[in-house]
């Protein structure tokens, strides 16, 4: 409340809160070099954050990351590409359609969160799609693959390992 406001900053149990006027900087941005999106993101996505992307099957969510992916790896980034949805050869294939091939993108075909993530702490990618989060399961919970629980569940864990990694992470969704 007014206490916060005056202070800056308080801190109850291990979260630290900060007044919603106070002056941090912005937080930087990843430019992914599409417009529209850069617009819709407030100039880029922020790194250690955990963004989902949402639409009908086939209306091209994946075509399009797979693009922001291979453009965000010509520029420099590390980045890594997880589908739970297609194999490795059929993303390979859409990437040789799409003429970005040759862009420095490591790909895994891979639904078991656990390999998921601990890839991604041994290669520590700047950038990650994962695609999509109804394909991932995790065998600490008993519900089977798809469901609510094990929806959610994977996410949080991914949301946990993205803004504890420093690694921005796209995870696709259907609707």
């Known amino acids: 409340g007014l206490k916060a406001e005056k202070s800056g900053m308080k801190r109850a149990g291990k979260a630290t809160f900060t007044a919603l006027n106070g002056a941090d900087d912005p937080p930087p ?7 529209e999106l850069d617009r819709v ?27 922001v992916a ?21 993303i390979q294939d859409r990437a040789r359609r799409l003429k970005v091939a040759d862009s420095f993108v490591d790909l895994a075909a891979e ?5 998921n993530i601990g890839a991604r702490k041994s290669t520590q990618p700047e950038f990650v799609v994962t695609d999509s989060i ?6 600490s919970l008993g519900a089977a693959l798809g469901y609510v629980a094990q929806v959610r569940a994977c996410a949080q864990e991914l949301t946990r390992w993205a803004k504890t990694s420093g690694s921005t992470l796209v995870i696709v969704g259907h609707v």
Not at 29 to 35: A, K, L, S, T
Not at 43 to 48: A, E, K, N
Not at 70 to 89: C, F, I, P, Q, T
Not at 134 to 139: E, K, L
């Open 29 to 35: 941005r990843i430019v992914m070099g599409v417009e």
């Open 41 to 67: 993101f407030g100039g880029g996505l922020v790194p250690s954050s955990a963004t989902l992307i949402g639409g009908d099957p086939g209306i091209g969510k994946s075509t399009l990351l797979l693009q």
């Open 70 to 90: 291979a453009r965000l790896a010509r520029n420099g980034l590390s980045v890594v590409y997880v589908s739970g949805e297609e194999a490795s050869a059929q």
């Open 111 to 115: 639904t078991d969160l656990r390999k």
């Open 134 to 139: 109804q394909t991932m399961w995790s065998d």
